[in-house]
């Protein structure tokens, strides 16, 4: 059994050591936000924050996450930072087919949590990790932009 903090919540899960973090979510805890993307921790769709920052849950074993706060996105507008996130996320209209969201915000509030007033070149370098393949970044990046505004 391996116990976890997942939204704030105390789970066990009755999963093998070696599970993906992202399979645990989504299959054993039905958390379907996260989204499985590459498989190989390059393309960021399935960010999840662990103790604040964020890691690619597709690579992460269940085992190395025992004990720590784990994020998704179903509980990322539970922060000040998530809320700003999601409304510019809203507001300009960001999501072309919405597949890689859920890893971009994640990365998204993970900067400005750390950084209330990225430059373009801070957005790039947090946001880096992250693939869109509609090439949504120009919005991406100025939502980011929009959320460091609501929050200063």
Do not use: F
Request: hydrophobic content about 40%.
């Amino acid at each position: 059994m391996i116990r976890l903090n997942v939204n704030g919540k105390a789970v066990a899960l009755d999963v093998a050591p070696d599970t993906p973090l992202l399979w645990a979510l989504r299959d054993t805890l039905q958390l379907t936000g996260t989204k499985y993307g590459c498989g190989q921790a390059l393309c960021g769709a399935c960010t999840v924050h662990l103790d604040g920052a964020p890691i690619r849950s597709c690579v992460t074993p269940v085992s190395a996450v025992a004990g720590k706060k784990i994020t998704t996105v179903e509980a990322v507008d539970s922060g000040k930072v998530g809320k700003a996130v999601q409304e510019a996320w809203r507001k300009l209209d960001v999501v072309q087919c919405g597949y890689c969201q859920s890893g971009q915000i994640m990365s998204a509030v993970a900067l400005l949590s750390e950084n209330r007033k990225p430059t373009d070149a801070d957005i790039d370098n947090a946001m880096g990790g992250n693939l869109c393949r509609c090439a949504t970044y120009v919005r991406i990046r100025a939502a980011i932009h929009e959320a460091a505004k609501a929050l200063a």
